[in-house]
């Protein structure tokens, strides 16, 4: 392992130690100065990303991590405060005068491993939580997106400690020595595979882990939906990022019959919204790297190849030297083909057809659990009968994508797409010991219940098992 990031990881250790429960003043500030490194940077984050990305609009990076980011700091800033209090609960009848409290406290230090698609959201977003609850924090930021992280790094050294926050950047390796830190607890958002490795890793130390995983996230569009208005909210939803979103629409299930209709509206909203793509459109983002806009061609390819039909939804052919890779449809999928076995993580969306709603259920029930699950309809029955009968990490009804961007919500897979969850009071439960705590009274019967078990024990004991 690496000497720097072990001492780095001790003099936190240390720092905690010395200081187990900080006040929320002392909390307070710690979010102050993140909202602020956040604020004060904003285009040099946004040029940094899109660098590395080859391109990414500026208003992009603006809506789905600047904006989130900061919300999130802000909600913790309104009610860390009563989050950290002592809470009292109630105490057993026979175990009363005493009484009972949970009394929230740092769990210590807290790794967290960032994912490229977005890298300062998905940094920002769980540090939030951990600063909040009060603990130290490491973050390793992906070896995909080097100009943010460099930046990142620099940010964070100028406005914190080093025993505060700090950040490691490198390659997989790298990311391997971290995850074998004995941290006090481990966030990992990324892939389902390397989530495998991180949650070995912690093993060894028996690290707690939240794993913020992907899959394959469907989109119902219900025989009561707005259908024109529920393939607008997918393709808002599958372009965002070009599709490199965890929680983006994996495929489409619609009502039998309706596949030529949902291509034929998708193309006008396509359209609609990034117009003369081809040109002189700068709102599309590219493929972060050669190697992912490679996948995607191959995926595309090997659907083809197997009977699926694909339909482009404009003219503009993938460009490999800019990596802007259009949205393409695909129907005639079936589950053999690589396509509907893997998370897709890019502008490729499968159309599949169903004769019933409860056929779409079982679908969907027939394979992993996915992080998100997008349902487009209008009748109150058949969402509530989707509701029961689904289980996912989110849900979004009628909209794709923002239930992550609300904070009194937690945010995690279940199952093959993650573990325990984040966001808001949720996030500082997840980084917080909530201790429980019996006071006993000093008049108590409590002396009535010990050797030697005589007739008064046995008289005792008939009023306490009844």
């Known amino acids: 392992m690496r000497q720097d ?70 909600h913790a800033l309104r009610h860390g405060r009563h989050w950290m209090r002592v809470r009292r609960r109630s105490t057993g009848l026979w175990f009363k005068p005493a009484s009972s409290k949970i009394m929230p406290q740092p769990l210590g230090v807290v790794g967290i491993v960032v994912p490229w698609n977005y890298p300062l959201y998905l940094a920002v977003g769980p540090m939030t939580a951990a600063l909040a609850a009060g603990n130290r924090v490491m973050v390793k930021q992906s070896e995909f997106t080097p100009r943010f992280a460099e930046l990142f790094a620099a940010l964070v050294a100028e406005a914190f400690a080093p025993d505060e926050i700090a950040v490691v950047n490198g390659d997989a390796e790298a990311a391997r020595e971290f ?13 389902t595979a390397v989530g495998h490795h991180v949650m070995r890793a912690a093993s060894d130390n028996l690290t707690p882990v ?9 989109a119902i569009i219900g025989p009561g939906a707005d259908f024109d208005k529920a393939v607008e909210r997918i393709l808002v939803g599958k372009t965002l990022n070009a599709g490199q979103t965890c929680i983006a629409p994996d495929y489409v299930l619609v009502p039998e019959g309706q596949q030529q209709r949902f ?25 972060v790297s050669p190697r992912h806009f490679a996948r995607l061609q191959e995926l595309a390819a090997a659907a083809q190849q197997e009977g699926a039909a694909a339909v482009p939804l404009c003219d503009t052919a993938p460009d490999p030297a800019t990596r802007r890779f259009p949205p393409v449809l695909l129907t005639g999928v079936n ?15 499968p159309v599949l057809p169903y004769a019933g709603i409860d056929e779409a259920i079982a679908y969907v029930n027939a394979h992993p659990r996915p992080l998100a699950l997008y349902l487009f309809e209008k009748n109150g029955a058949t969402i509530d009968h989707v509701m029961r009968q689904t289980v996912s990490g989110g849900v979004s009804i009628n909209d794709t994508l923002l239930h992550i961007a609300q904070d009194d919500l937690p945010f995690g897979g279940v199952g093959a797409s993650g573990m325990g969850a984040y966001h808001g009071e949720y996030g500082f439960e997840t980084f917080s010991k909530l201790k429980p705590i019996f006071r006993q009274s000093a008049f108590n019967g409590a002396g009535l219940l010990k050797p030697p078990y005589g007739k008064t024990f046995a008289r005792m004991m008939k009023l306490l098992v009844r």
Do not use: C
């Not at 939240?210 to 469907?218: D, Q, R, W």
């Not at 509206?265 to 590219?286: E, H, K, Q, W």
């Open 263 to 287: 291509a034929d509206s998708a193309r006008r909203v396509f359209a609609s919204m990034y117009p003369d793509l081809g040109n002189s459109n700068t709102d599309y983002t590219s493929i």
């Open 179 to 191: 995850s074998a830190l004995p941290f006090d607890h481990l966030l990992f958002t990324g892939s």
């Open 335 to 349: 589950d053999g083909m690589r396509v509907m076995r893997e998370e897709i993580f890019g502008p490729l969306l």
């Open 5 to 74: 990031m072990r001492q780095t990881f001790d003099a936190m250790r240390a720092a905690s130690l010395r200081a187990q429960t900080p006040p929320w003043p002392e909390r307070a500030d710690r979010l102050q100065r993140l909202r602020a490194l956040v604020k004060d940077n904003r285009e040099k984050i946004a040029a940094a990303i899109s660098a590395d990305f080859h391109h990414r609009a500026f208003q992009e990076t603006e809506l789905a991590e600047v904006f989130p980011a900061l919300e999130g700091i802000a």
């Open 210 to 218: 939240t794993l913020e995983l992907g899959g394959k996230s469907p």
